[in-house]
């Protein structure tokens, strides 16, 4: 089965993390926020990660 995430995805993610609890990512405000934030940097650079799900 192959990976759903990258690894630059994995990485980015992981840097989004370690700068909110460290508090240097001002906005975010949780925890699901600086994952989402770490996520759409990923999509950005072009790392392999899975589309958004739909909103209804």
């Known amino acids: 089965m192959a990976r759903k995430y990258g690894k630059k ?4 993610v992981k840097r989004a993390m ?3 609890k ?3 990512l001002k906005r975010a405000k949780s ?4 994952i989402a934030i ?3 940097e990923a999509r950005r ?3 392999k990660v ?3 799900k739909k909103r209804k």
């Open 22 to 24: 460290r508090g240097k």
């Open 18 to 20: 370690h700068e909110y």
């Open 9 to 12: 995805a994995q990485a980015k």
């Open 45 to 47: 650079s072009g790392a």
């Open 50 to 52: 899975p589309a958004r």
């Open 38 to 40: 770490g996520l759409s």
């Open 31 to 34: 925890r699901k926020q600086a």
